[in-house]
Nanobody, 117 residues
């Protein structure tokens, strides 16, 4: 069984920063992709950023240049540094793990990010 535990959400003013962290535990294969998705009220869940165990990250166009994703393969953790936040970044942020190949998808419980104007 795989478990994802997120931390780091909260309330911040526009222009501020937050750092999200996620720790994966359980049967984690060496080949995997970790990342973050978000869901605003009334909207579908959307990709924010993902990063494979080896290779370059992928970012949503709306966060490029503001957000940075990183991971520690030895600790099975992924982090999202979010800078220059704006109210459009408000939503529930979900940690994602695509485990193995073909991927089996796992999700964290979500952490809330609120950006006030």
């Amino acid at each position: 069984q795989v478990q994802l535990v997120e931390s780091g959400g909260g309330l911040v003013q526009a222009g501020g920063s937050l750092r999200l962290s996620c720790a994966a535990s359980g049967s984690i294969f060496s080949i995997n992709t970790m990342g973050w998705y978000r869901q605003a009220p009334g909207n579908q869940r959307e990709l924010v950023a993902t990063i494979p165990n080896v290779g370059s990250p992928t970012y949503a166009y709306s966060v490029k240049g503001r957000f940075t994703i990183s991971r520690d393969n030895a600790k099975n953790t992924v982090h999202l540094q979010m800078n220059s936040l704006n109210p459009d970044d408000t939503g529930d942020y979900y940690c994602y793990l695509g485990n193995g190949f073909p991927e089996t998808n796992y999700w964290g419980q979500g952490t809330q990010v609120t950006v006030s104007s």
